[in-house]
C-alpha cells in the first residue's frame, strides 16, 4: 500500500505543477514568443506522462531492470485475439449511438451529432493510441493490479476511476480544451464507469497495455459522435444540463455493472512489474 501512495502523491503533485507551469507559460506572450507556445505545450505533455513515468521509476527501483522490461513488454501484448479488438473500438460509439436513440425514443428528436468524419476519427485513434501509455503504464499498469490485491479487481476499478478522475481537475479550470467549464461531477461518473470497462479489458487480455491503450484513445476520439459537453458552461462544479451527458451516464453505468459482476472475484495474478 505504501508503494501505491508513494505512486499516487507524486504523479498528481509532478502532474499539476508541470500543468499549472504549462497554463502560467501560455498565458499573455503566446502571440509575441510562438516559441514560448511550443514550451507550454511540451511541458503539459510532459505531465500527461507522468503517470508512466512515475510507475516505470518506481518499478526500477524496487524491482529492477526486469521488472521494468517486463512493464514495459505490455505494451506490445497484441495476440489477443480479434473481438478485444472489437470491444476496444466499438464501445463508445456503440454506448453513443445508443445514446441518440434513446434520446430520440424519449423526445422525439434527434441529438445533436458531431462533424468530425469517421475516418479522422480513425486516424486519431491510430496515432493517439501510442499516446495513452503515458497513462495507462502508470493507472492500469501500475496502480490497478496493486489496488485490485488489496480490495479485488471490482471495487479497484471503481477507486482507480475516482482518483483517475481527480487527477484531471485542473483541465476543468485551466485548460484551453473541452473540458474547461464543463462538469466536473458528471465527468466523474462517467470516468469511473470508463474505468471499470479498461479494467475488465485489461482482466480479459491477461493484463494487454495495448488493448487499454486502444480502448482509452477510441473513447477519447469517438465520445462527441453524440456531444455531452454543455455549450458555454462556465461552473465546473455544477451539474450538467445535456439530456445526451446523463444519458451517456446511464448506459455507461449499465455496461460497467455488468463488467463489475464479472469481476466480483477476480485479483489480478500478475506480478508487481
Known amino acids: 500500500m505504501r508503494s501505491l501512495l508513494k505512486f499516487f502523491l507524486l504523479t498528481f503533485s509532478a502532474t499539476w ?9 501560455s498565458q499573455g506572450m503566446v502571440a509575441t514568443h510562438p516559441t514560448l507556445g511550443l514550451v507550454a505545450g511540451a511541458v503539459f505533455l510532459l505531465g500527461v ?3 508512466a513515468l512515475i510507475a516505470i521509476a ?10 521494468t522490461q517486463s512493464l514495459l513488454g505490455r505494451i506490445f501484448k497484441w495476440d489477443v485475439g480479434w473481438r478485444w ?3 476496444a473500438l466499438a464501445y463508445m460509439p456503440v454506448v453513443k449511438l445508443s445514446v441518440a436513440v434513446v434520446n430520440r425514443v424519449a423526445t422525439g428528436a434527434w441529438p445533436r451529432f458531431g462533424a468530425t468524419p469517421w475516418y479522422l476519427m ?5 496515432v493517439s ?16 493490479p496493486r489496488l ?14 475516482i482518483i483517475w478522475a481527480a487527477w484531471h481537475l485542473p483541465l476543468f479550470f485551466f485548460s484551453s480544451g473541452d473540458t474547461r467549464g464543463q462538469s466536473f461531477p458528471l465527468y466523474l461518473l462517467q470516468v469511473t464507469a470508463v474505468s471499470v470497462a479498461l479494467a475488465w479489458l485489461y482482466w480479459r487480455t491477461g493484463g494487454s497495455f495495448l488493448l487499454v491503450m486502444l480502448l482509452h484513445a477510441a473513447v477519447n476520439n469517438t465520445k462527441d459522435i453524440v456531444p455531452s459537453a454543455e455549450l458555454n458552461a462556465t461552473n465546473a462544479w455544477a451539474l450538467s444540463h445535456s439530456i445526451v451527458a446523463w444519458l451517456t451516464v446511464a448506459l455507461l453505468w449499465i455496461a460497467a455493472v455488468y463488467f463489475l459482476i464479472r ?8 506480478p508487481d512489474s
Do not use: H
Open 58 to 67: 518506481l518499478t526500477d527501483r524496487a524491482q529492477g531492470r526486469a521488472a
Open 49 to 51: 506522462f507522468t503517470p
Open 263 to 270: 469481476m466480483r472475484k477476480i485479483k489480478i495474478l500478475q
Open 17 to 25: 505543477i508541470l500543468w499549472f507551469t504549462s497554463f502560467a507559460l
Open 85 to 87: 479488438y472489437l470491444f
Open 129 to 144: 493510441t501510442w499516446a495513452q501509455a503515458g497513462e495507462e503504464i502508470g493507472w492500469r499498469g501500475y496502480a490497478l
Open 148 to 161: 485490485s490485491r488489496q480490495f479485488g479487481l471490482a471495487p479497484a476499478s471503481i477507486i482507480l476511476g
Open 122 to 126: 480513425a486516424a486519431a485513434i491510430t
